[in-house]
């Protein structure tokens, strides 16, 4: 496996105060993917990624996407969080509030991808491993889709963005063959599961 040259170019990790006024955030690079948390309130984790634009998803709960109304804006060297207001910016950025945001870059504005039988909509940063993908299932079986990476992923996360329904996570274990998965969004144990099997150009 070829390292990452400068992890800290593809993933950064910053901490900020919420101000209820729209501040800008300092990553090092270009985000196109953030997850945003409070670290002193109970609010959602929130989730927005330069493919689906403006609209968050949470982790910890199975909703659908919601409009952002501005809430991130992905910047040259960061993002800027909105004042507080809308939708979803009023746990992104209350006043007093100390948050975390995990940033990762992938390769900007999404790409239509047809290395699968189904095409996905891709941003990919090859250099680090790392690719966000959208596509709309078809209700078929077998299927498989394009993510941009030249190497076989580890670790694959989906959610439906227009229904409530369950995070999946599949993931390859250490020195096994099979896929392993479990739920992002509750505290079951993983399992083994051929739902998902990885491959260099598609999942």
Do not use: C, M
């Not at 493919?51 to 910047?75: H, K, L, P, Q």
């Not at 079951?188 to 598609?202: G, K, V």
């Amino acid at each position: 496996k070829t390292p990452i040259p400068l992890g800290s170019d593809n993933f950064n990790t910053v901490l900020y105060t919420g101000n209820n006024s729209s501040q800008s955030v300092t990553t090092g690079f270009k985000p196109d993917f953030s997850w945003l948390k409070s670290r002193t309130g109970s609010y959602d984790h929130n989730l927005i990624d330069s493919v689906r634009g403006d609209f968050f998803i949470n982790t910890n709960r199975t909703s659908a996407e919601e409009a952002g109304y501005n809430g991130v804006v992905f910047g040259n060297n960061g993002f800027t969080v909105a004042a507080v207001g809308g939708t979803t910016s009023g746990e992104i950025n209350v006043s007093g509030q100390n948050y975390v945001s995990w940033n990762w870059k992938a390769g900007g504005a999404a790409v239509s991808n047809t290395d699968g039988s189904i095409t996905s909509q891709v941003s990919a940063n090859t250099a680090a491993g790392f690719s966000i993908t959208k596509f709309v299932g078809d209700g078929g079986s077998s299927k498989t889709i394009g993510h941009g990476l030249t190497i076989q992923p580890n670790l694959v996360i989906f959610k439906r963005l227009n229904g409530a329904v369950n995070w999946f996570v599949f993931f390859k274990p250490a020195g096994g063959n099979t896929t392993g998965f479990e739920g992002l969004n509750n505290t079951n144990a993983a399992f083994s599961t051929n739902y998902t099997t990885f491959q260099p150009s598609t999942t």
